[in-house]
């Protein structure tokens, strides 16, 4: 693949890894080599292709129109060679190179960091290159293999396998029920303080389902609003106000007995964990094998709440006075 002294398959590796790490200082410690020995590369592949690539400033890097289009090809390239290599060498595709992968703090923390180093244990040639964030992170544009997304993948352009399930989770702790009593419809909410979600689907509005599935989401308020789930959760553990989070973050807060859930007959229906990934590139074998892995691994989770978990244990509901500041 060498041709106009250009390695080509070296090249176009330095510039898929400038573009997924956002820099050449991030992306020569990457690759293990020099910063202006992955410089000159993008270089000397822009001039063989006599085309810009890579727009740069002293602040950030961004690609142009032809750039985003030769990197889409670009990492599709590469990820077939790895795989025909793999298919030469040993007969059959096994998981290897990196995996670069988003997912939301708290699931990431709690529950995919578990599953990656088991799935490394099994998996010794693979490596994975972790972003947590809450935001809604462009897989394509930022370079990224794949996502773990709950409900809504996000986008047209990505594919989901489902790998879990999740279901949020009304609750407060046993103190804020003892000072103002336990709702037992969703309308009650009205008159209680609650925590709001920065990414929630529908902003300040609680989603519930009666048992004939009728509709019968609320919009809440309270004195808190912020960007991450596990945040609300300690402020709930506090006594401060009645939160919703999924399962997966409050199920340990409901065992130990710091949280206790309401509403159970009026949940909305499980939303589903995928593992999202661009539409317009085949399952690559890393991704696939990760995904297998953690169909297997979430098919029984630890997260879910028994029916009868954490029920209220108050000395006696109190009238549902209204407890939000006066505006």
């Not at 462009?138 to 809504?152: N, P, S, Y």
Request: aromatic content about 6%.
């Amino acid at each position: 693949m060498q041709q106009c002294g250009v390695d080509r398959l070296q090249a176009l590796t330095a510039f898929a890894r400038v573009v997924e790490s956002g820099s050449f200082a991030r992306a020569a410690e990457r690759l293990d080599v020099s910063v202006s020995s992955v410089s000159r590369q993008v270089s000397d592949l822009e001039a063989h292709l006599d085309a810009r690539l890579l727009n740069r400033t002293t602040r950030r890097l961004s690609l142009t129109e032809s750039g985003r289009a030769f990197y889409e090809r670009c990492v599709q390239l590469l990820v077939d060679l790895e795989e025909a290599e793999e298919l030469a060498s040993a007969g059959t595709t096994r998981p290897r190179g990196t995996l670069r992968l988003t997912c939301g703090t708290t699931f990431g923390v709690r529950h995919l960091a578990p599953a990656i180093a088991q799935f490394v244990a099994r998996h010794p040639q693979m490596r994975f290159d972790v972003e947590l964030s809450d935001r809604a992170v462009d897989l394509v544009d930022e370079g990224f293999d794949a996502a773990l997304r709950i409900g809504k993948i996000g986008s047209q352009q990505l594919v989901g396998r489902k790998v879990g399930q999740t279901r949020l989770v009304c609750c407060a702790s046993p103190e804020y029920l003892e000072r103002h009593g336990v709702p037992r419809t969703p309308e009650d909410l009205s008159a209680h303080v609650c925590l709001t979600y920065e990414y929630s689907p529908q902003k300040n509005v609680w989603p519930f389902q009666d048992e004939s599935g009728n509709d019968r989401s609320v919009r809440v308020d309270g004195p808190v609003h912020a960007n991450q789930g596990e945040f609300l959760v300690a402020l709930a553990v506090a006594g401060l106000a009645i939160t919703i989070e999924p399962d997966f973050i409050v199920g340990s807060e409901v065992r130990a007995g710091r949280l206790v859930p309401l509403l159970r007959a009026f949940q909305a229906p499980p939303s589903n964990i995928y593992m999202a990934y661009p539409s317009r590139r085949h399952l690559s074998a890393k991704v696939r094998a990760f995904a297998d892995f953690l169909m297997a691994r979430f098919a029984n989770p630890e997260w879910p709440l028994a029916p009868d978990a954490g029920r209220a244990k108050t000395r006696g509901p109190k009238p549902h006075v209204r407890t939000r500041p006066a505006r």
